[in-house]
């Protein structure tokens, strides 16, 4: 039996995978969410991998920051997604994570029927490879990213009709894009979800909230919001953790806390220490 707790390396923007790789030993973390090419480039692979196994740790997803609704030629996103499949499957990873992207020259219907179409070649890949292909609903400033309504992003889910499309689902996201994240979208979605990410937050306010760095300031359309410990948000984790633990998830939650440096490990500790209190003491996830 083993914990299926993953930290994200979206924390660790263009810096040295070391910088990670540090902080998930001093946490006592053995799992990962790489990201390409913001963690590392592709050409790094065979470095990247020994690594890992010096480590003793192991990727779980590779994300890459694709939006297949994104308007232009869409070509090389789908060589990214393609190109993380294959270094999911050398790195023993389950997964690789994607996005929709903002096109207001689309309505919805318009949009999920496009990225039917561009996820398509990228879902045969996967499919040989036996890795899936996650897709995270977003908040953003203009408001034009279907994936801030679940049920568009459920209409998302059923039209590409794939065992191997789950959805990564982030409570939080849908929270600062004016949806109610839990209950409401997780109740919705949650047969579709194969990965989740974990992080809380709160609208933000001078009065009550000194301003943070200009990149911890999350802004969208709805407003604007700061992240926070899990157990001190909007969101109820508490009653998530229990309704994944009775519903019998299996897949990996990442944290991502997305707070300044200063206070990033210490969120991580935070999250880390409430999951566990929470969930794992009654359920633990079981491995593949």
Not at 19 to 39: I, R
Not at 97 to 125: K, M, W
Not at 193 to 204: E, P, S, V
Request: glycine share 6%.
């Amino acid at each position: 039996m083993m914990q299926r707790i993953a930290i994200s390396g979206t924390e660790f923007p263009f810096k040295p995978l070391k910088n990670l790789l540090d902080v998930a030993t001093q946490l006592e973390v053995k799992f990962l969410e790489l990201w390409m090419p913001h963690n590392f480039v592709f050409e790094d692979l065979s470095i990247v991998e020994k690594e890992l196994t010096r480590r003793n740790l192991q990727a779980v997803v590779i994300s890459t920051w694709t939006q297949l609704n994104l308007p232009g030629d869409v070509t090389a996103r789908q060589e990214l997604i393609k190109q993380s499949i294959f270094v999911a499957k050398r790195l023993g990873a389950v997964s690789v994570n994607t996005y929709f992207g903002a096109n207001p020259s689309r309505s919805a219907d318009e949009a999920v029927q496009r990225y039917q179409q561009n996820i398509l070649p990228c879902l045969e890949e996967a499919e040989k490879a036996g890795i899936y292909i996650t897709l995270e609903n977003e908040f953003e400033i203009t408001g034009n990213d279907p994936t801030r309504h679940a049920r568009v992003v459920l209409n998302i889910a059923e039209t590409v009709g794939s065992p191997y499309f789950k959805l990564n689902y982030d409570p939080c996201n849908f929270y600062f894009a004016g949806e109610e994240g839990y209950p409401y979208a997780y109740n919705l979605l949650k047969k579709h979800i194969g990965y989740i990410h974990l992080k809380n937050g709160t609208k933000y306010n001078r009065r009550i909230h000194s301003l943070p760095p200009e990149d911890y300031l999350w802004r969208d359309k709805s407003g604007d919001y700061v992240c926070c410990s899990l157990g001190e948000g909007a969101i109820n984790i508490e009653n998530l953790l229990r309704d994944l633990s009775m519903d019998g998830y299996e897949g990996y939650v990442c944290l991502e806390p997305h707070v300044p440096a200063e206070i990033l490990v210490d969120t991580f500790r935070d999250s880390l220490d409430y999951v566990k209190s929470h969930f794992l003491q009654r359920n633990e996830w079981r491995l593949r």
